[in-house]
T-cell receptor
């Protein structure tokens, strides 16, 4: 099935650094969602975006819904050890669509001491 | 408020067997979707249930099926298990269709 192009695939950063990751698609989505998944757990919803151009924050997290509806980015400021994990973007089309949520392959965030 | 509950957490089955996984959505949520997660394919949509009816289906063979009960709880069934069915199966609940989806911890299925 279709998947979103998420980059980078992995990031090795120092604690305290800012992080940026993004997702692009050839299709238009009406909703963009960002999730974080820890090993052995299910994805946890971080931010939901509903309007093109929308910029939304959740603590140190900021995400934007691209104006073309084909992309989104997630920024994490001042990273801390508990930010380690895999971050997924997900797009949803209106009316449910035949595909449910379409996910990116994930960005694996690793924080070096 | 309790989150999405999936049972069992871990399961080991033999090729050819069938398996049933269970999902209890967040109270008040009426939509339940199922996803398969594997290292190679990532997270892939299986199907969505709303008001006891399957509304959407992903690109999976007919061996994968599901149902939803009047209390919104859902089950998915995989028949004639294959080695490639080994995966983390995730259930997500939403208040309504096209609203934010919240995931359970998943059921780790291993087929041997």
């Amino acid at each position: 099935g279709q998947q979103l192009n998420q980059s980078p695939q992995s990031m090795f950063i120092q604690e305290g650094e800012d992080v940026s990751m993004n997702c692009t698609s050839s299709s238009i989505f009406n909703t963009w969602l960002w999730y974080k998944q820890d090993p052995g757990e299910g994805p946890v919803l971080l931010i939901a975006l509903y309007k093109a151009g929308e910029l939304t924050s959740n603590g140190r997290l900021t995400a934007q819904f691209g104006i073309t509806r084909k992309d989104s980015f997630l920024n994490i400021s001042a990273s801390i050890p508990s930010d380690v994990g895999i971050y997924f973007c997900a797009g949803q089309k209106s009316g449910g669509g035949a595909d449910g949520l379409t996910f990116g392959k994930g960005t694996h965030l690793i924080i070096q001491p | 408020k309790a989150g999405v509950t999936q049972t069992p957490r871990y399961l080991i089955k033999t090729r050819g067997q069938q398996v049933t996984l269970s999902c209890s959505p967040i109270s008040g949520h009426r939509s339940v979707s199922w996803y398969q997660q594997t290292p190679g394919q990532g997270l892939q949509f299986l199907f969505e249930y709303f008001s006891e009816t399957q509304r959407n289906k992903g690109n999976f063979p007919g061996r994968f099926s599901g149902r939803q009960f009047s209390n919104s709880r859902s089950e998915m069934n995989v028949s004639t298990l294959e080695l490639g069915d080994s995966a983390l199966y995730l259930c997500a609940s939403s208040r309504d269709r096209n609203t934010e989806a919240f995931f359970g911890q998943g059921t780790r299925l291993t087929v041997v």
